[in-house]
């Protein structure tokens, strides 16, 4: 298994473009969802999913776009990228339902807008 | 809403315990983890404890749990120079998303 993946590591950005971070698991784990990690902070939730076609909001979702239309897939749009936006991006998935299951982490995607 | 507050900063000496201590005020928190995370890197889930346990032990970590006063510790005994990151506790009300505190950074001296 190849776990949980994240495309691109790097990215560069200028204010008010537009991209998608891709991530895919293959573990079938029905629970995905995407972080953001700021220096000297701890990661807040920006999106979830709990399972194909079903998405909700997190701690932080404005100015991205979420969509789920396979189990293994869960890309992640800034719609008009921000300064604020640099960041660290993590996306993670675990199985469902229940609780305490451990969540696997991507290796991370870091942004930076210009 | 949920909060999770961790010391920032811990020096210990290699071969010394190390104890990282957190709390978190949400009373429904179910479970609670500990992550590792080394620079430049992911998170790598270390340990975690149901919310009906007081202790979890596993090889060199000791995990306390004091649900009365909404206080999580973890102890890494024998603490090594590659124990060096920094160290996040979560928790979960079995949302399946984590509140993650802010992290403290372990530095172990040679």
């Known amino acids: 298994n190849a776990g949980v993946t994240q495309t691109p590591k790097f990215q560069v950005l200028k204010t008010g473009q537009s991209m998608t971070l891709q991530c895919a698991q293959d573990m079938n784990h029905e629970y995905m969802s995407w972080y953001r990690q700021d220096p000297g902070m701890g990661l807040r939730l920006i999106h979830y999913?709990?399972?194909?076609?079903?998405?909700d909001q997190g701690e932080v979702p404005n100015g991205y776009n979420v969509s789920r239309s396979t189990t293994e897939d869960f890309p992640l749009r800034l719609l008009s990228a921000a300064p604020s936006q640099t960041s660290v991006y993590f996306c993670a998935s675990s199985y469902g339902p229940s609780g305490g299951a451990e969540q696997f982490f991507g290796p991370g995607t870091r942004l930076t807008v210009l | 809403g949920e909060d999770v507050e961790q010391s920032l900063f811990l020096s210990v000496r290699e071969g010394d315990s190390s104890v990282i201590n957190c709390t978190y005020t949400d009373s429904s928190s179910t479970y609670l983890y500990w992550y590792k995370q080394e620079p430049g890197a992911g998170l790598q889930l270390l340990t975690y404890i149901f919310s009906n346990m007081d202790m979890k032990q596993d090889q060199r970590l000791t995990v306390l749990l004091n649900k009365k006063d909404k206080h999580l510790s973890l102890r890494i005994a024998d603490t090594q120079t590659g124990d060096s990151a920094i160290y996040f506790c979560?928790?979960?009300?079995?949302?399946?998303?984590?509140?993650f505190g802010s992290g403290t950074r372990l530095q172990v001296q040679p």
């Open positions: 979560a928790e979960t009300a079995g949302r399946r998303a984590l509140t």
């Open positions: 999913s709990v399972g194909a076609g079903i998405t």
